[in-house]
């Protein structure tokens, strides 16, 4: 479904006068790539092997970029001047993640997030199970716009959501891939998202761009969601 998204909007792009000739890659450029590759790989078994967090991949990233600007040949000057480039384009999705940090900070610590949470279960209480699989999802999606973390949502919303769900009849497995469905919609379009505003701004797209894009998408992904968490409610998933 993604993929027939990008296509259709791909077809209503201008098409291009001029195709540039092919030209193969240079032994740098080869290297580069090769040592982006192996980079990447690094990452993965860091994480998922290490238990790497945000300072060890920070160090990395770090490591990485210098690491292509040897393989590459760049000059000490040059690779300073690109790496302060690409910082300037992140500064702004920076402020942006800080402030956004600093708003789930003040409603977790002052209790306003509890007391937001305790209002949507008393609405989703006391319906059929099919609708409080979907309430819950939808909440989810509400709750990621102010705290763009799954872990920490997690820890707030499901000791509350998770005994509604029960005494409702909706199972475990259904809470929790309300959860992971409604923090994958709000993920994609929030602008709290850190991670968003970062591709966003290193790919230089503007985040209204970005919007009028994903949301037709954003709106068909939650709709089989919706369906999906129905039927694993009819079928005692």
Not at 83 to 92: A, C, S, T, Y
Not at 104 to 117: A, E, K, P, R
Request: net charge neutral; proline share 4%.
């Amino acid at each position: 479904i993604g993929l027939i998204h990008v296509l259709l909007y791909l077809r209503k792009q201008p098409r291009l006068d001029h195709v540039p000739q092919k030209s193969h890659l240079t032994s740098r450029q080869t290297g580069v790539m090769i040592t982006l590759l192996l980079g990447g790989i690094a990452l993965v078994v860091g994480t998922g092997v290490w238990a790497w967090r945000t300072p060890e991949m920070a160090a990395a990233f770090i490591a990485l970029g210098l690491a292509i600007a040897v393989v590459g040949g760049l000059r000490p000057s040059d690779a300073a001047d690109a790496w302060l480039e690409g910082m300037k384009g992140m500064m702004i999705s920076c402020l942006t993640i800080g402030l956004a940090g600093a708003i789930g900070i003040i409603l977790q610590s002052t209790q306003v997030m509890d007391g937001i949470v305790a209002a949507l279960a008393d609405r989703i209480d006391g319906h059929a199970p099919s609708a409080v699989a979907g309430s819950l999802m939808a909440a989810e999606m509400a709750f990621g716009i102010i705290i763009p973390s799954v872990s920490s949502k997690a820890a707030i919303s499901l000791p509350i959501m998770a005994p509604i769900a029960h005494l409702s009849g909706v199972s475990g497995q259904v809470a929790v891939s309300a959860l992971l469905l409604g923090s994958g919609m709000t993920n994609m379009i929030s602008p709290t998202n850190d991670l968003l505003l970062a591709f966003l701004a290193a790919a230089k797209v503007d985040y209204v761009q970005w919007f009028r894009f994903i949301a037709p998408l954003v709106v068909i992904f939650s709709i089989i969601s919706f369906l999906t968490l129905y039927c694993m409610t009819v079928f005692g998933l």
